[in-house]
C-alpha cells in the first residue's frame, strides 16, 4: 500500500532496489520491470542554451529580483536578452539544416486518441459561449471526478488514472479553453485565472453534478488550488500533482535561487512569436529531446512513440501553440490572488521529485497553507508523475479516497 502521509510528514515512495525512508513501516510496489529498446542520444544543444541562461545573466537579474524592482526596472530588457539568446540557438539550428528547421509534419490524430477505454468524446457550451471539449467514462450515477491537464498536454495526459478510475466514479478529462479540441481564445486576456477557474466551475454544474473530486497536474494543479479557494462548494476534495500553491509560488521563488532559474521561460514566453517558433520548430522536436524526454533511458520508456506524436498533434493544431503559451503571458499581466481564503477540503499532493521545472523544496512551504493535507513524494518520477508512475500515484490516490 502506498505510503500515505498526513501534515507535518512526508512519504518517500521508494524505487525498486532503492532504500526506502528508515521510519517508514509501510512501503509501495516498485516500478515494473522494463527492458527498454534504446534510443539515440539526446542533442545537448538546449541544455547549453540552459547554462548560458543560469551562469551569464541570472546572478544578475536575481539581485534585482531579491528587492522586488525586477519587474519594472529590467523586466522589458529581460525579456529581450531571452529572445536574443534563443534567436541565437534558433539561428544555429537554421544554419545547421536549413530544409529540417522548418519542416513540419502533418500530425493526424495517431489510434490512441481513439482507444475505446477512455470513454467517448463529448463537447458542451458554456454560458460565456466557450465551447468545451471532454472526454468521459463511468456511470454518470458515480461521482464526478474531474481532471484538469498542464502545459502541454491535454486530456490523453491523465489516459492511465481514466482506465483505473472509471469503474467507481464517472471520470471527466477535460481540455482546457485554448487546448486539444475545446475553443481557442483570441486575447491574452482571456486566459486569466477568473476566466480558467469559471471554466471548471460551470464545466461542474453543467454536467448535472454540485461537487466533484477535482484532480488537476501542472497547470491545471494551479488553477484547481484557486479553484478549491473560490469555490470551496464545488470540490468535495483536491488531488494535486507537481503545481505549486498560488499563495506560496512568488515568496519561495524570492528565496531560493535555482528555482528562479529553473522559471527562466516565464520571461521567455512573454514575447510573441519566438516562443511559438521555439516549439515547433523540426517538426517540434523539442517535444522528443526535452519536454517529454528524462534523464535516462527508463524515464524515456514511459512515453511511446504514439504517446509523443498524440502531443504533438494537440500542438500542431492552428492556434493551439500561441494558446497554450498564452496561460503564461497572462498570469505575469495579470497573476493569481495571493490573498484567497485557504483550501479547506481534504487534499492529496503528489510530487515526482525528479522534477526539472519545479522543486520538491516547494512541499514544506504548500503544507503550511493546508490544514488537511496528504503528501506523497514519488523519487524517480519526473514533473509527468502521473505518466511516469501510473501505478503509484492511483494507488496513492485510491487510499486517499477511501
Known amino acids: 500500500m502506498t505510503n500515505m502521509a498526513k501534515k507535518g510528514q512526508t512519504v518517500d515512495v521508494p524505487q525498486r532496489g532503492a532504500p526506502g525512508p528508515k521510519n517508514t513501516q509501510h512501503r509501495a510496489a516498485g516500478h515494473d520491470e522494463v527492458k527498454p529498446t534504446p534510443k539515440p542520444k539526446k542533442s545537448s544543444f538546449p541544455s547549453t542554451a540552459h547554462l548560458l541562461l543560469n551562469f551569464v545573466f541570472w546572478p544578475f537579474t536575481y539581485a534585482f529580483y531579491k528587492v522586488r524592482i525586477v519587474a519594472v526596472i529590467i523586466g522589458p530588457f529581460l525579456i529581450v536578452f531571452y529572445n536574443a539568446i534563443v534567436a541565437c540557438v534558433l539561428f544555429y539550428k537554421f544554419v545547421k539544416s536549413p530544409g529540417a528547421f522548418f519542416r513540419r509534419g ?239 477540503c481534504p487534499t492529496l499532493l503528489l510530487w515526482g521529485e525528479e522534477d526539472r521545472a519545479l522543486e520538491k523544496g516547494m512541499i514544506p512551504y504548500v503544507e503550511a497553507l493546508v490544514d488537511d493535507i496528504t503528501v506523497v513524494r514519488v523519487p524517480g518520477a519526473s514533473h509527468w508523475v502521473q505518466q511516469d508512475e501510473p501505478k503509484i500515484c492511483n494507488r496513492a490516490m485510491r487510499a486517499f479516497l477511501n
Open 106 to 344: 502533418d500530425h493526424p490524430s495517431p489510434p490512441c486518441l481513439s482507444d475505446q477505454r477512455y470513454g467517448s468524446h463529448h463537447y458542451i457550451k458554456l454560458k460565456k459561449g466557450l465551447k468545451l471539449h471532454y472526454i468521459t467514462a463511468g456511470s454518470p450515477a458515480q461521482p464526478l471526478m474531474l481532471f484538469v491537464h498542464g502545459f502541454p498536454e491535454f486530456w490523453y495526459s491523465w489516459r492511465h488514472q481514466i482506465d483505473t478510475f472509471k469503474t467507481q466514479y464517472r471520470v471527466v478529462a477535460m481540455d482546457m479553453r485554448g487546448y486539444g479540441d475545446s475553443d481557442i481564445m483570441p486575447s491574452v486576456s482571456d486566459y486569466n485565472m477568473d476566466e480558467l477557474t469559471s471554466d471548471i466551475s460551470e464545466l461542474v454544474t453543467s454536467l448535472g453534478y454540485k461537487s466533484c473530486i477535482l484532480v488537476g497536474h501542472d497547470w491545471g494543479g494551479f488553477i484547481s488550488w484557486v479553484v478549491a479557494m473560490k469555490y470551496p462548494e464545488i470540490v468535495s476534495k483536491l488531488i494535486v500533482m507537481n503545481a505549486p500553491h498560488p499563495g506560496m509560488f512568488q515568496t519561495y521563488l524570492s528565496g531560493h535561487f535555482t528555482q528562479f532559474l529553473k522559471s527562466w521561460y516565464f520571461m521567455f514566453f512573454q514575447m510573441p512569436f519566438l516562443p511559438e517558433l521555439m516549439l515547433s520548430n523540426t517538426d517540434y522536436q523539442i517535444f522528443d529531446d526535452r519536454i517529454f524526454a528524462g534523464d535516462d533511458d527508463s524515464h524515456e520508456q514511459k512515453f511511446t512513440d504514439e504517446d509523443i506524436e498524440a502531443f504533438k498533434h494537440n500542438a500542431a493544431r492552428p492556434g493551439g501553440l500561441t494558446a497554450m503559451i498564452n496561460y503564461y503571458r497572462c498570469i505575469l499581466k495579470d497573476p493569481a490572488s495571493t490573498t484567497l481564503p485557504p483550501v479547506t
